[in-house]
């Protein structure tokens, strides 16, 4: 049975992770909190575990409970948020905090159909807590997951057309017996062993039943249908300091949209190549490199420009733009996009 040999698997080879209730700890009776379960699984799309531990940890310290986050102001959550990109998700998690704290009690709703109803929370994340921190059986399905069911049962329709049959394959096998643990497992097995490149099919507990591994077609699947390229979109941030005292005028980004509420510096809009009109008339210098940088689904070739204003002018900008004076721009919780903006900056002085 796949489900024993691989539950039998991870009770000997769980990954040991600061979020979660390892099998011993189920074993004794401890239970996973549900919101260390969601806050964990919501900072780990698409960004790795390296990079999530020591983020989590401080996210804890500063938000310990749902109620903690909720009653927090979003700028600090989003602050909070920086560098972990996808900010449309650190907005939603502080809502979806106060949905939990003000309309359930701050208890997480127990079902897959319940936690689906929150703000943000999609389908892999609500069968995700369903099972880890409720024992559902839910049916979760991320991309490690969807590659161990196209190996296992030899799948070579291509992504996304195979999703409905990968889950189907993946409903067939969830078991009603520790369905939390067995999610874990999977999401395990496929980073660890059933990874994209060179699987290590002689230490996988499912081999016996894996067709990919008889037929030797693992490494091919799964099949993905080939991606159009990625647009490049262009446009100029400005970077204006106050002689008085150096200060760095930053704005606040509209809440709809990419980066939505997030700190920045001026920018023009994100488009066809064209002369940047600036937002106000001074001596610019422009730097020598543009910043570049890659979004889910466009690449991004930002100009910088570069200006000293005298505090009057500095007036000026800061009604023109709407803006704010930062001290240190570097503290101010800026995405990575614009971090990189400040790089150049500090480069060209
Ligand atoms: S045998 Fe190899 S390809 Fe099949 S599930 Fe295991 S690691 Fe993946």
């Known amino acids: ?19 979660r209730t390892g099998p011993a700890a189920r074993k004794r009776g401890e239970r996973p909190d549900p919101y260390r379960v ?3 699984e919501v900072m780990l799309q698409q960004t790795t575990v390296a990079t999530v531990t020591p983020r989590y940890a401080r996210f804890l310290e500063l938000f310990p409970t749902v109620e903690a986050l909720a009653a927090a102001p979003v700028e600090d959550v989003l602050a909070e948020w920086a560098g972990l990109g996808y ?13 939990v704290a003000g309309e359930h009690g701050g208890v997480f709703p127990q079902t897959e159909e319940g936690l689906l109803a929150l703000p943000g929370i999609g ?4 069968a995700a807590i369903a099972a880890i921190a409720f024992d559902e059986p839910a049916v979760v399905m991320d991309g490690n997951i969807e590659r161990v069911m196209a190996r296992l049962f030899a799948v070579e ?3 996304p057309d195979a999703k409905p049959v990968l889950r189907d394959h993946a409903a067939s096998l969830t078991p009603d017996k520790r369905p939390g643990d067995y999610a874990q497992a999977l999401m395990d097995l496929g980073a660890t062993i059933c990874t994209p490149r060179n699987p290590a099919c002689a230490l996988c507990p499912l081999r016996e039943k894996c067709i990919a591994q008889k037929n030797a ?11 159009a390229a990625k647009p490049t979109r262009f446009g100029t941030a ?10 760095v005028l930053l704005v606040r980004r509209p809440d709809k949209g990419l980066l939505g509420g997030m700190l920045a510096f001026p920018a023009t809009e994100w488009g066809e190549r ?3 009109e600036p937002p106000i008339k001074a001596a610019w210098l422009k730097a020598d490199e543009p910043v570049r940088h890659t979004f889910t689904h466009f690449h991004l070739e930002m100009d910088v420009w570069m200006v000293t204003v005298s505090d009057a002018a500095a007036r000026k900008a800061q009604k023109a733009l709407q803006g704010e004076w930062h001290p240190d721009p570097a503290m101010a919780g800026l995405p990575t996009v614009f971090r990189k903006v400040l790089d150049v900056t500090n480069r060209d002085k």
């Open 157 to 159: 329709t291509p992504l």
């Open 238 to 247: 400005f970077h204006i300091t106050r002689k008085g005292d150096g200060a």
């Open 1 to 19: 049975m796949i489900d024993a040999a691989l539950l039998d698997w991870y009770d000997r080879h769980a990954r040991v992770l600061p979020w």
């Open 217 to 227: 077609i693992q490494a091919d699947l799964p099949r993905k249908k080939k991606k």
């Open 274 to 276: 064209a002369d940047a």
């Open 87 to 99: 900010y449309a998700r650190a907005r939603n998690l502080h809502k979806c905090a106060q949905v």
């Open 38 to 40: 969601w806050l964990s």
């Open 123 to 126: 389908a892999y994340t609500a």
